[in-house]
């Protein structure tokens, strides 16, 4: 049975979604159209260029997690070293290795821009906070000058996975007006970051899409147990920023969800797993793929096309009044 897949982002923690991923198909389900933010725009890019849930498995075991935190070796002085970097480049890590490791593994699948995919077959979430709003990628790239088929699907994924003050945010230059014209050349710039900036869980986007006759399933898979993480330990300015974009990335869509959307969320322990911590070792990646596969299983073993489509029609189609209380 086709299903619509909506990802949620989660850094390192996104391991999880990929052993949902393997139990879906495992059971039958096949991905049609897909979205995510931030970790979930990886997986959802990985599956729209043709990866299995065993390929990925496969891919975690080799993915170089440490690697992706790379900057030069002259910020790494100790306190003053990240501090300069953050001022210059606005991040402590580049994001240049996570944008390289994922163009490998989606030009081994034959894809580089989104000409290579099927139209809206992937949809990627990232935050423009020049501008203070939302995109959907790849369509909402035309706003800058740039096509969307040729847009590179693993820059899209960095724009994505951009984690405020941790990687550098990604810069597009505008499309400059006469009147902007005499604007230094730093000030033509746009910065894109993580998604969950805004959207975290973009269940949203497939909403209302399709004819009611022909409607595919959106299925939702979420990362839960950030309660699990331990207090945040705020000892400067920078620790400070880690902790205010963890706690927003991390809460800011669940209420939403258990509101409404249970009925198509498939729910993730991640163990306890920060969002960046890239130095996870791989007993620890198996055992977070392992709880989103067995989370998918349960989810989908109860599952029924009946139940989905009466649920829909109740909360999507016609959601229920808000109390003015």
Excluded: C
Excluded at 51 to 67: D, H, N, T, V
Excluded at 87 to 109: M, R, V
Excluded at 251 to 277: M, W
């Amino acid at each position: 049975m086709k299903i619509n897949g909506v990802f949620e982002g989660g850094g390192v923690k996104g391991i999880a979604l990929a052993g949902a991923v393997s139990a879906a198909i495992e059971q039958g389900y096949t991905f049609h159209n897909v979205a995510g933010t931030s970790s979930g725009a990886i997986v959802a890019a990985l599956l729209a260029a043709g990866y299995s849930g065993e390929e990925m498995r496969e891919l975690i075991l080799r993915a170089p997690f440490k690697s992706f935190m790379q900057r030069s070796p002259i910020f790494n002085t100790k306190i003053i070293g990240p501090a300069a970097r953050l001022l210059l480049k606005k991040g402590l890590y580049s994001g240049e290795a996570l944008e390289h490791w994922i163009n490998q593994q989606l030009a081994a699948k034959g894809v580089r821009t989104f000409a290579d995919l099927g139209p809206n077959q992937l949809r990627i979430i990232a935050s423009d906070i020049t501008q203070g709003k939302l995109l959907v990628l790849p369509n909402d790239i035309a706003q800058y000058g740039i096509e969307p088929g040729k847009l590179s699907v693993a820059k899209a994924v960095r724009m994505s996975t951009s984690i405020p003050y941790f990687f550098d945010p990604v810069r597009i230059r505008r499309n400059i007006k006469s009147s902007e014209k005499a604007k230094p050349f730093s000030e033509q710039f746009n910065y894109i970051v993580d998604g969950g900036l805004l959207s975290n869980f973009p269940l949203w986007v497939f909403d209302n899409e399709m004819p009611r006759a022909k409607l595919i399933p959106v299925i939702g898979f979420q990362l839960v147990g950030k309660s699990d993480m331990p207090t945040h330990m705020i000892r400067g300015p920078i620790t400070m920023l880690e902790a205010l974009f963890s706690t927003m990335l991390s809460a800011h869509d669940e209420r939403y969800i258990e509101q409404k959307n249970r009925f198509r969320t498939v729910k993730i322990p991640t163990l306890g797993v920060g969002n960046t911590q890239f130095t996870i070792s791989k007993e620890l990646s198996m055992s977070l793929y392992e709880s989103g596969f067995l989370a998918a299983k349960a989810y989908f073993k109860s599952w029924s096309a009946s139940t989905y489509e009466e649920n829909y029609e109740k909360y999507v189609m016609r959601p229920p009044h808000k109390s003015l209380t």
